[in-house]
């Protein structure tokens, strides 16, 4: 088993660690408190991540990519979370276009028309699953899209949804049996400019910059063609879009934790406390040494399931302890790094208070720690763990 990074993906983390560094970290601190209404900022930053390269990452250079593959989605993400999460999830998004778009009906002509957009900043993508009455339990959405000749009708509410205030397009989840439960869902690709469609922004205590959003459907018009893969097979798509988020989200989660710690090193080097180092305590440099190793071998889970996913396999209950353990292995991390530096980290002089919110947040998007745990004992176990 090899546990580094090849060549080519060494050098595109030491490209992204510094890109983030010289170009985001001085920025990064306003961007994580501000609401995503200014279009033209959130344009301008878009730009610069497609300029350098990383919206295109494991994307093939036909769909306007730059190569690669899901291992330096998760690099990217990683090292921008470093330093700013509001920008940190935007490499991932276009994967997300390309997962739903390769089953459209007619997948050219639409990947021809939205990847390019993606990959150089132009539109954002989002995912859209969760509503009102259904975020845990996935498979009692409302959401109906009823066919209509060479048009399906949308109706129903998703909310919670990331970067939807904004998103120019959805991977979207609807159903088409109402009766048939889970294999009664189908995915479609769903242009957010459509008639009928309201949005609304929903405020957080974190990740203030990805706009979560309210999106309202009311009787909207969708080509047929916007339909990927068949009626009623839409979880078959959801599980391969999701296993590379849930991994990503992992790293993001990570890759605080990581700066909460590499800051925290410098501060007890330099702050004293009776007379010595607070370095020199056991009680505080424990506490480095257990976080580092939980966040090194979290780290490697989801290097591990990255590299599952580059080999064409199907890590569902990899990618699933990626999402419920490194957000809680990172909660952990940033509580005691704010602790080490005392009260000052609790105000606002330092970025690691806001960490702990962004953070919390990571915990439920994209599922809670209990439904990835259930979906982690069902793949051990059997349907007979939690059979409901």
């Given at each position: ?7 080519e993906?060494?050098i595109?983390?030491?490209?992204i ?7 985001l ?20 930053w ?16 036909e ?51 939205w990847?390019?957009k ?11 699953l ?23 009708i ?7 949804i990331?970067?939807?205030?904004y ?45 979560a ?24 798509l ?12 992992g ?59 580059s ?20 909660l ?30 990571l ?26």
């Amino acid at each position: 088993m090899a546990f580094e990074f090849t060549e080519e993906q060494e050098i595109f983390r030491r490209e992204i660690r510094r890109f983030a560094q010289t170009e985001l970290a001085p920025t990064a601190k306003e961007r994580a408190k501000m609401e995503p209404t200014d279009a033209e900022y959130r344009r301008k930053w878009l730009k610069k991540l497609a300029d350098a390269g990383f919206l295109g990452v494991g994307l093939a250079s036909e769909y306007g990519g730059q190569g690669g593959d899901a291992i330096m989605v998760g690099i990217a993400i990683e090292e921008i979370g470093k330093v700013d999460v509001s920008l940190s999830l935007f490499p991932l998004l276009p994967m997300v276009g390309y997962y739903a778009l390769r089953y459209a009906g007619k997948p050219e002509e639409l990947m021809a028309e939205w990847m390019p957009k993606f990959t150089q900043g132009e539109a954002v993508a989002s995912f859209a699953l969760t509503e009102p009455e259904a975020g845990a339990d996935a498979a009692a959405i409302r959401m109906t899209a009823v066919r209509d000749g060479d048009y399906y009708i949308l109706n129903g509410e998703k909310t919670s949804i990331t970067k939807g205030v904004y998103a120019d397009a959805s991977m979207l989840f609807a159903k088409t049996d109402p009766k048939a439960g889970i294999r009664g869902i189908t995915c479609f690709w769903v242009p957010l400019n459509l008639p009928g469609i309201t949005r609304s922004l929903i405020p957080h205590t974190g990740l203030k910059f990805w706009g979560a959003a309210s999106i309202i459907f009311e009787d909207v018009r969708l080509p047929a063609e916007n339909r990927c893969g068949e009626e009623g097979k839409g979880f078959y798509l959801f599980g391969e879009a999701v296993n590379t988020q849930r991994a990503c989200l992992g790293l993001l989660a990570l890759g605080i934790a990581q700066a909460s710690i590499d800051e925290t090193i410098n501060y007890i080097r330099q702050r004293t406390a009776f007379g010595h180092s607070l370095s020199s305590f056991e009680g505080v440099a424990f506490k480095i040494a257990e976080h580092s190793t939980r966040v090194e071998a979290a780290r490697l889970l989801c290097y591990k399931t990255l590299s599952l996913i580059s080999r064409g396999e199907f890590p569902i209950k990899e990618a699933a302890m990626c999402k419920w353990w490194c957000p809680e292995v990172a909660l952990d991390t940033v509580h005691d790094c704010l602790l080490l530096h005392g009260h000052v980290a609790y105000s606002e002089e330092y970025p690691i208070e806001q960490r702990l919110r962004d953070i919390i947040g990571l915990q439920f998007t994209d599922s809670l720690p209990q439904i990835m745990k259930l979906v982690v004992s069902r793949q051990l176990i059997g349907r007979e763990a939690a059979s409901f």
